[in-house]
């Protein structure tokens, strides 16, 4: 489905391309997302999991450390490179496939996105979350973690919007001086638990160090169903 965010979409891409060899930089700085990572270790983790946008695989050696299967999939040659090489085991398959447009082949225990969430743009959500329902097994849970509002401050926020359809968007900037746009929207629980409901979801999301959002949701059984 194309959108007015297609442009934004692709420059984000570029981004993480160009920048797969600072991605991690922030996870070596950072003692908050240090601490975080260890938060896989108090979540429901089912038998068979797949990562959506698992970028370098920060978050797969958490996830294979917990389950059966970890299926990792991201969009970008360069970060599944590293994650390749961080997160090398029988039990872990990495899948190169654009977020959008790529389709399961099967159903999953958990379905884990780390920092991807606040990257899908507000016109894609709904569809978003119905790939995620279709790749969940009767019972499973959809799992995330990202940054929450607190963490804006951080970021370079474009204040112009490119059309009326248009997401949020941010700033980054690499080591050689390029720079980026990328989408960025900042959750806030009760608001996203409210959209997720409306689009049939069972959710509940708490903040993490006053900064993070860590949620879990399920899909509603349909009206009337045992």
């Known amino acids: 489905m194309g959108s007015g965010d297609d442009a934004l979409l692709a420059e984000q891409m570029a981004y993480y391309r160009a920048g797969a060899a ?9 003692q908050d997302l240090q601490d975080l990572l260890t ?14 946008a698992c970028g370098t695989g920060q978050w797969t050696t958490m996830l294979a450390a917990r389950a059966r299967s970890v299926t990792a999939v991201d969009a970008a040659a360069e970060t599944l490179a590293i994650a390749r090489s961080r997160a090398a085991s029988p039990h872990v398959r990495f899948i190169q496939a654009d977020m959008f447009g790529w389709q399961p082949p099967r159903r999953y225990d958990t379905v884990f996105f780390g ?5 899908v743009p507000p016109v894609r959500l709904s569809d978003f979350w119905s790939t995620i329902a279709a790749a969940l097994a009767p019972g499973g849970k959809a799992i ?30 690499l080591d050689d001086g390029s720079r980026y ?5 900042f959750h806030d629980p009760r608001t996203l638990t409210d959209d997720l409901t409306a689009l049939g979801w069972s959710a509940h999301i708490r903040t993490v ?4 959002i860590v949620g879990i949701a399920e899909p509603r059984p349909p009206h009337g169903s045992a």
Not at 22 to 30: G, H, N, T, V
């Open 22 to 30: 600072e991605y991690d930089r922030p996870y070596a700085q950072r």
């Open 39 to 52: 938060v896989t270790a108090d979540l429901p983790i089912g038998e068979d999991v797949l990562e959506l």
């Open 181 to 185: 746009r990328i989408v960025k929207v």
């Open 115 to 119: 920092f991807w969430l606040s990257h």
């Open 209 to 212: 160090a006053g900064k993070f």
């Open 144 to 173: 995330f973690i990202d940054d929450g509002p607190a963490e804006a401050a951080r970021e370079e926020i474009l204040s112009e919007r490119f059309s009326e359809r248009s997401a949020p968007a941010a700033v980054r900037r």
